[in-house]
């Protein structure tokens, strides 16, 4: 499809383990974004790439939390050491231009996080 | 800094009636606006955006808000509701030039048969 596609859709960690979450942003967009939604709550902003730069981590909520974004399209987020206030869903989203902050965001389903 | 506080956090209307969600925000200087809509288990979609160009910005699905800068309002309206209509919304604000979005607590519309 020509969305923004996320994997995978749910996982289920046990504490104290690491997590990689995969996203695929709609293709030739530029900017990257993650968020975090616990549940009952907005998204809130982790972190935004420009292409392969990541220029801005400051929603990122500790070191245990890692973004990458190697060639500028494909983005993973991982997590360390899992603790269980790091349950929530993960959105991935995506827009067209460097500067995004006129223009629509298009938004994966979300990766659905439980650590045990 | 910017934010967004949406005053209602569950709405219920009936089927055909009106629809109100109300959001205030905060920011230093013109802001950009967003509604965006999220359903079960899919993502999040744009309903509509405010970019300090009319007041009044008209949507998909038949969805609608006014800028008021004096009240420092942005609330959403539908003259009558739709029982697909049934969703969290969420108010949001664009902070800085990269566009990353802060995001009111959301907004539960129930609608009714």
């Known amino acids: 499809g020509a969305g923004v596609s996320q994997s995978p859709r749910y996982k289920v960690a046990k504490r104290g383990q690491d997590v990689a979450l995969r996203c695929d942003p709609i293709?030739?967009?530029?900017?990257l974004f993650w968020y975090q939604q616990a549940l009952g709550q907005g998204p809130e902003f982790l972190t935004y790439f420009q292409n392969e730069a990541q220029l801005d981590k400051s929603g990122l909520p500790s070191d245990r939390f890692f973004a990458e974004r190697p060639e500028g399209s494909v983005s993973t987020l991982k997590i360390q050491r899992t603790q269980q206030e790091d349950s929530a869903v993960y959105l991935c989203?995506?827009?067209?231009?460097?500067?995004?902050?006129?223009?629509?965001?298009?938004f994966g389903p979300g990766t659905r996080l439980t650590v045990l | 800094a910017q934010s967004v506080t949406q005053l209602d956090s569950h709405v219920s209307v009936s089927e055909g009636t009106p629809v109100l969600l109300r959001c205030n925000y905060s920011s230093s200087y013109s802001p950009s606006l967003f509604w965006y809509v999220q359903h079960p288990n899919k993502g999040l979609q744009l309903l509509l955006k405010?970019?300090?160009?009319?007041?009044l910005v008209k949507g998909i699905n038949g969805f609608e808000a006014e800028f008021k800068k004096s009240e420092t309002s942005f609330h959403l309206t539908k003259p009558s509701a739709h029982m697909s209509d049934a969703a969290e919304y969420f108010c949001v604000v664009s902070k800085g030039n990269t566009g990353k979005l802060i995001f009111g607590q959301g907004t539960t519309l129930q609608v009714k048969p």
């Open positions: 989203a995506s827009s067209s231009r460097r500067l995004a902050n006129l223009d629509e965001q298009f």
């Open positions: 293709s030739g967009h530029v900017s």
């Open positions: 405010y970019t300090s160009a009319a007041t």
